[in-house]
């Protein structure tokens, strides 16, 4: 096996293998970075389970990790290998230290709120890829807070060594949920998608003005309540009259609070 998958073949070329519980569905599969013959499953079944691809059938886990509820994602941590990360729907994230330790039960539950109803994309924890200490993930937040009067749906940088938030992600100007985020691996730069937009944000230091060179522009659908911020032809206002089939773009700017810069400290 050379790892290339040929897909001009319709020819069963192995049986399928049932790795959770029939009529269970996987919802997530991670290679270990470092030891590739190590994949971490999970599943609506309540399970993330260890498996060794050399020796891969139903029931050879090497170790079944038990959840209350569905677990939305499971990671082995980026730059080790060693650690797990996991989200699960009761609002816990879990963490073990070690895949070489006592995995019984997690080292640490974090509780935070990403619970979901079934119009959203499934809340993912994920590793910040450019901290070496492996301590520091994202995840979206469900429940809206007030700011400023405004109900806002932050994205939450949280230490998982303390299970301390560390930053929350913010704009006014957007008010819909972002479950889905990604950290640059090498710059401090955030994507994340919420709706049918996608947005980009990046600190913004304590003396820097926001002009128009230093924010970054995105295309996408936004927030109503958000304002054409460039007068060309692709910033179109999204139309009010509720007509179905009409899809226009429109250009917004985002930036990370000031406070992030806390995350600076974190980088290696």
């Not at 309540?225 to 899809?247: L, P, Q, T, V, W």
Request: aromatic share 6%; proline share 4%.
């Amino acid at each position: 096996m050379d790892g290339r998958v040929d897909v001009r073949s319709n020819s069963v070329i192995g049986e399928p293998i049932l790795i959770h519980k029939k009529s269970s569905k996987v919802v997530g599969l991670h290679c270990n970075p470092f030891q590739p013959d190590l994949l971490l499953s999970c599943g609506n079944d309540h399970f993330a389970r260890i498996w060794d691809m050399r020796l891969l059938k139903s029931g050879s886990s090497l170790c079944n990790l038990p959840h209350k509820r569905v677990v939305n994602s499971a990671y082995f941590s980026p730059h080790s290998g060693s650690k797990i990360l996991t989200t699960s729907q009761d609002n816990r994230l879990l963490v073990w230290d070690s895949i070489y330790g006592n995995l019984d039960t997690p080292s640490r539950e974090i509780v935070h709120s990403h619970d979901f109803n079934r119009h959203l994309t499934a809340f993912r924890a994920e590793w910040d890829p450019k901290d070496h200490s492996e301590s520091l993930v994202v995840i979206g937040r469900y429940i809206s807070e007030n700011f400023n009067g405004t109900a806002l749906h932050p994205i939450d940088f949280i230490d998982i060594n303390t299970g301390q938030l560390v930053a929350e992600v913010m704009d006014p100007n957007i008010t819909t949920i972002s479950p889905v985020n990604k950290l640059h691996p090498r710059d401090d730069i955030l994507a994340s998608g919420s709706s049918r937009s996608l947005f980009i944000w990046r600190p913004v230091g304590e003396s820097e003005e926001r002009d128009e060179q230093k924010k970054i522009l995105v295309m996408g659908h936004a927030d109503k309540k958000m304002r054409k911020i460039f007068g060309d032809a692709d910033s179109d206002e999204d139309g009010a009259s509720g007509k179905k089939n009409i899809k226009k773009k429109k250009n917004m700017n985002v930036a990370l609070k000031s406070q992030s810069l806390s995350l600076k400290k974190k980088n290696s």
